[in-house]
C-alpha cells in the first residue's frame, strides 16, 4: 500500500509504543495496569505457549528492551525447556538487561535438576564462555555433546569455547570433524576457518570465510573473522566490507566493533578507531579490549601514539 495523502504516516511502531519513553514519561504507570488486565485477556496471556513468548521477546529484543525481553523468553524456557531459541533469546537478553549472573545461577539449577537437558547445557556453556570461565563451559559443552552426539549445536558449542579460548589446536581437529559431518551447515565451516586463522594460516582462512558467507551473507561471526583476516593481510577493502556485513547482521556483538576498531588503528585513523570502541563499549560495558583500545586510540587523538595494534584472532 502506497500513502498518497498528507496524513501522518503509517509505520510499525509495536516494539517502540511497547517499550518508547513519552514525554510525559507514563510508561510506567500505563504498565502497571497488566496487574487490573481484563479477564479475558488474561486468559490469553495464560493459554499462549512458549512459541508465542519467544516472538515476543524477538520483539522486545530488538527494540532493545532487554528487561521484558528477558522476562518474556524466561517464561518461554519455562514452558517448554527444550527450545533453543527461547534459550539463546534469554541470554542475549541478559546482557542486555545485565542479568547475567541470574541467567547463569537459573540454568544452572535448571541444568542439575534436569540431567539429561541437552539444550540447556549448550546455553549454560554459552553463557560461561562469555564470562570466561572457558574450563566450565568447556565440560558443559561435552556434557551436552555425550548426552546428544548427533546435535550439531552440541559440537558448534564446544568449537565456540575453543575458539574463544583461542586454542586452534584443539579446535582444528573438532571443526574438521563438523565440516565433514554437517557439511551443509554453516556454523561447521566457520569454525574451520577459526581453527586456520588461529593457526596462522590467514590466507586458508580467508578462503574458507569466503565459502561461508557466499552461501550464507548473514552470519555474522564469519563475517567478522574474514575482517579480521583481511585485515591481517592488509586487505582493507575486504576488511572493512566484511566488518559491516558482520555490524548489519548482527549489531550487538562487541568484537566486530572491537576489531573493526583495531583496523582503524592499523588505518592511522584514530577518530574512527574511537568511535568504533565507543560503540563495543555502548554494547558490553566491560570489555576490556573496548576499554584498552578506546584509550589508545584517545592517546592518538591527544599526540600521545602507543604502539601495539594488533586484530585480535577471534
Same mark, same amino acid.
Given at each position: 500500500?502506497?500513502?498518497?495523502?498528507?496524513?501522518?504516516?503509517?509505520?510499525?511502531?509495536?516494539?517502540?509504543?511497547?517499550?518508547?519513553?513519552?514525554?510525559?514519561?507514563?510508561?510506567?504507570?500505563?504498565?502497571?495496569?497488566?496487574?487490573?488486565?481484563?479477564?479475558?485477556?488474561?486468559?490469553?496471556?495464560?493459554?499462549?505457549?512458549?512459541?508465542?513468548?519467544?516472538?515476543?521477546?524477538?520483539?522486545?529484543?530488538?527494540?532493545?528492551?532487554?528487561?521484558?525481553?528477558?522476562?518474556?523468553?524466561?517464561?518461554?524456557?519455562?514452558?517448554?525447556?527444550?527450545?533453543?531459541?527461547?534459550?539463546?533469546?534469554?541470554?542475549?537478553?541478559?546482557?542486555?538487561?545485565?542479568?547475567?549472573?541470574?541467567?547463569?545461577?537459573? *540454568?544452572?539449577?535448571?541444568?542439575?535438576?534436569?540431567?539429561?537437558?541437552?539444550?540447556?547445557?549448550?546455553?549454560?556453556?554459552?553463557?560461561?564462555?562469555?564470562?570466561?570461565?572457558?574450563?566450565?563451559?568447556?565440560?558443559?559443552?561435552?556434557?551436552?555433546?555425550?548426552?546428544?552426539?548427533?546435535?550439531?549445536?552440541?559440537?558448534?558449542?564446544?568449537?565456540?569455547?575453543?575458539?574463544?579460548?583461542?586454542?586452534?589446536?584443539?579446535?582444528?581437529?573438532?571443526?574438521?570433524?563438523?565440516?565433514?559431518?554437517?557439511?551443509?551447515?554453516?556454523?561447521?565451516?566457520?569454525?574451520?576457518?577459526?581453527?586456520?586463522?588461529?593457526?596462522?594460516?590467514?590466507?586458508?582462512?580467508?578462503?574458507?570465510?569466503?565459502?561461508?558467507?557466499?552461501?550464507?551473507?548473514?552470519?555474522?561471526?564469519?563475517?567478522?573473522?574474514?575482517?579480521?583476516?583481511?585485515?591481517?593481510?592488509?586487505?582493507?577493502?575486504?576488511?572493512?566490507?566484511?566488518?559491516?556485513?558482520?555490524?548489519?547482521?548482527?549489531?550487538?556483538?562487541?568484537?566486530?566493533?572491537?576489531?573493526?576498531?583495531?583496523?582503524?588503528?592499523?588505518?592511522?585513523?584514530?577518530?574512527?578507531?574511537?568511535?568504533?570502541?565507543?560503540?563495543?563499549?555502548?554494547?558490553?560495558?566491560?570489555?576490556?579490549?573496548?576499554?584498552?583500545? *578506546?584509550?589508545?586510540?584517545?592517546?592518538?587523538?591527544?599526540?600521545?601514539?602507543?604502539?601495539?595494534?594488533?586484530?585480535?584472532?577471534?
Amino acid at each position: 500500500m502506497i500513502q498518497t495523502d498528507d496524513r501522518t504516516a503509517l509505520e510499525y511502531s509495536a516494539p517502540r509504543g511497547i517499550y518508547g519513553r513519552t514525554s510525559g514519561e507514563n510508561a510506567a504507570a500505563i504498565r502497571a495496569l497488566a496487574g487490573t488486565l481484563p479477564q479475558e485477556i488474561r486468559a490469553v496471556l495464560d493459554r499462549a505457549d512458549d512459541a508465542s513468548w519467544t516472538s515476543r521477546g524477538a520483539m522486545l529484543l530488538k527494540a532493545e528492551a532487554f528487561a521484558y525481553a528477558y522476562d518474556a523468553f524466561r517464561r518461554a524456557v519455562v514452558l517448554n525447556r527444550e527450545n533453543a531459541d527461547a534459550l539463546a533469546g534469554l541470554s542475549n537478553a541478559a546482557a542486555g538487561a545485565h542479568r547475567e549472573k541470574e541467567e547463569r545461577d537459573w *540454568l544452572t539449577a535448571l541444568a542439575a535438576r534436569e540431567p539429561r537437558n541437552t539444550g540447556v547445557r549448550i546455553e549454560l556453556s554459552r553463557v560461561l564462555a562469555a564470562a570466561g570461565d572457558f574450563e566450565a563451559a568447556m565440560t558443559t559443552a561435552n556434557e551436552a555433546l555425550r548426552l546428544a552426539p548427533d546435535e550439531p549445536r552440541a559440537a558448534e558449542q564446544l568449537a565456540s569455547v575453543l575458539a574463544d579460548a583461542g586454542d586452534g589446536n584443539r579446535l582444528a581437529p573438532l571443526a574438521d570433524a563438523l565440516v565433514k559431518r554437517f557439511p551443509e551447515r554453516p556454523s561447521a565451516r566457520y569454525y574451520f576457518a577459526s581453527a586456520l586463522f588461529l593457526q596462522g594460516k590467514t590466507g586458508d582462512a580467508i578462503r574458507e570465510a569466503r565459502r561461508v558467507v557466499d552461501a550464507a551473507p548473514g552470519h555474522a561471526q564469519a563475517q567478522n573473522l574474514l575482517g579480521a583476516a583481511c585485515a591481517t593481510l592488509g586487505r582493507r577493502d575486504c576488511a572493512l566490507a566484511a566488518f559491516e556485513a558482520s555490524i548489519r547482521a548482527n549489531p550487538r556483538d562487541p568484537s566486530t566493533y572491537v576489531n573493526l576498531g583495531m583496523f582503524y588503528l592499523q588505518s592511522a585513523d584514530p577518530q574512527s578507531a574511537s568511535d568504533a570502541f565507543a560503540e563495543a563499549l555502548a554494547v558490553d560495558p566491560i570489555s576490556a579490549a573496548a576499554r584498552d583500545g *578506546l584509550a589508545q586510540a584517545r592517546s592518538l587523538l591527544a599526540g600521545n601514539p602507543q604502539s601495539g595494534t594488533e586484530i585480535p584472532k577471534k
